[in-house]
């Protein structure tokens, strides 16, 4: 059975930054188009960023697009979110999913298909 872990969370300050990880196995990994989401307590789950399955096409959400920096190594096996200037606003647990062969766009970060695979998540909170 495949894993995510997710791993970098913790406590920043407005304006700081972060790298969040996600490392998988169990899978073909170059074969997985691979997202990072969010939930923030109270609200529903948002799409941050992907990166394509074989092709290190990207996409963002309109709230962190110009500060989020997603990368795949394949090698590793590994999924980092750089995210720069963050904000308050951005605490929210960080769920890094799997989703084979489906190209990353706004449907697939938009919640339009169901993720194969999920990380048990990692806190990021942004104090002000």
């Known amino acids: 059975e495949a894993q995510l872990a997710e791993t970098g969370g913790g406590l920043v300050q407005a304006g700081g930054s972060r790298r969040l990880s996600c490392a998988a196995s169990?899978?073909?990994?170059?074969?997985?188009?691979i997202g990072w989401f969010r939930q923030a307590p109270g609200k529903e789950r948002e799409g941050v960023s992907c990166i394509n399955y074989r092709h290190d096409t990207t996409y963002y959400g309109d709230s962190v697009n110009g500060r989020f920096t997603i990368s795949r190594d394949n090698a590793k096996h590994t999924v980092s979110l750089q995210m720069n200037s963050l904000k308050p606003e951005d605490t929210a647990v960080y769920y890094c999913a799997a989703l084979w062969m489906i190209p990353c766009d706004s449907k697939w970060l938009g919640g339009k298909y169901d993720m194969d695979w999920w990380g048990k998540g990692t806190l990021l909170t942004v104090s002000s």
């Open positions: 169990g899978l073909t990994f170059d074969d997985y188009t």
